[in-house]
C-alpha cells in the first residue's frame, strides 16, 4: 500500500512570494490533515478535511493560508505571501474513518521543508 | 485547552541502557494517549497508544502506561539500539474526538 504523497520536499523562497505544497492521501482515506512543524515544537494541526468539507480550519492564518481538497482526494495548501515566521515543515497526514465516525490512526507523509529568507 | 508536555532533550544514552520519556498531559474527560516517532528524513510514524486508563501501549519494545491519576503516559524502553535514535513525540486526542495535540518532541541519540 503506498503511503502518504508530498512534493516538493524542500522549497526555498524569499519573503512576499508565494509558494503551494501538494499531498496525496493514502488510497480511500476520507480524512486529510496539513500540519505545520516549526523546528523543536511539536506538529501543529492547520486544516482537517473529511472528504472534500472542512472539519478544522481555527488555526489557519486565512489572511495568508488557504487548503483545498476539491475532489476529496488529493489536496493543496498555499502560502500567499510567506513571511520569514512561516519557515517550518509542512506536513500532511490521512486516516480512515470507522463505521461509528471515530478517526483511526493517522498515516504521515514526509513533508516538505519551507524556508522563507 | 488540552495540552502535553513531555521532557525536553536531547537524551543521550548508550546502547542498552533503559529509556524513560516523561509525558504529562491535561485534558478533559479521558482522553486518548499516543507515542509517534520520527526518524531522520521521514514523517511521523504511530509507534504505540492507549485508549482508556491503564492501559498499556506496547511495540518494538517501547511501552507506555495510560495513567488517570497522575495524567501522565511515559514512555520506557529496557535496552535501547542505535536504530532508536529519532524524535519521540507524545500526543492526545481529546474526548470530542478529532483534534490531535502533540508535545514538543524529545530527540534521542543512542551511541554505540
Known amino acids: 500500500e503506498a503511503g502518504v504523497a508530498q512534493s516538493p520536499r524542500y522549497k526555498i523562497i524569499e519573503k512576499r512570494q508565494s509558494v503551494a505544497f501538494w499531498c496525496n492521501p493514502i488510497?480511500?482515506?476520507?480524512?486529510l490533515y496539513w500540519y505545520q512543524q516549526i523546528l523543536g515544537q511539536g506538529p501543529k494541526l492547520l486544516i482537517q478535511?473529511?472528504?472534500?468539507?472542512?472539519?478544522?480550519d481555527s488555526q489557519l492564518p486565512k489572511d495568508r493560508f488557504s487548503a483545498e481538497r476539491l475532489k476529496g482526494v488529493d489536496s493543496t495548501l498555499k502560502i500567499q505571501p510567506a513571511k520569514l515566521e512561516d519557515s517550518a515543515v509542512y506536513l500532511c497526514a490521512s486516516s480512515s474513518v470507522t463505521d461509528r465516525g471515530a478517526y483511526n490512526e493517522q498515516f504521515f507523509g514526509p513533508g516538505t521543508r519551507l524556508t522563507v529568507l | 485547552g488540552d495540552s502535553v508536555t513531555q521532557m525536553e532533550g536531547p537524551v543521550t544514552l548508550s546502547e542498552e541502557a533503559c529509556l524513560t520519556i516523561n509525558c504529562t498531559y491535561t485534558a478533559t474527560g479521558y482522553p486518548s494517549l499516543f507515542w509517534y516517532v520520527q526518524y531522520p528524513g521521514e514523517g511521523l510514524q504511530l509507534l504505540l497508544k492507549a485508549t482508556k486508563a491503564d492501559d498499556k501501549g506496547s511495540n518494538k519494545g517501547f511501552e507506555a502506561t495510560y495513567r488517570k491519576e497522575t495524567t501522565s503516559f511515559h514512555l520506557e524502553k529496557g535496552s535501547v539500539q542505535v536504530s532508536d535514535s529519532a524524535v519521540y513525540f507524545c500526543?492526545?486526542?481529546?474526548?470530542?474526538?478529532?483534534?490531535?495535540?502533540f508535545g514538543a518532541g524529545t530527540r534521542l541519540f543512542v551511541k554505540a
Open positions: 488510497s480511500g482515506h476520507a480524512t
Open positions: 500526543a492526545l486526542r481529546g474526548t470530542g474526538g478529532f483534534k490531535t495535540i
Open positions: 478535511f473529511q472528504n472534500n468539507g472542512v472539519v478544522d
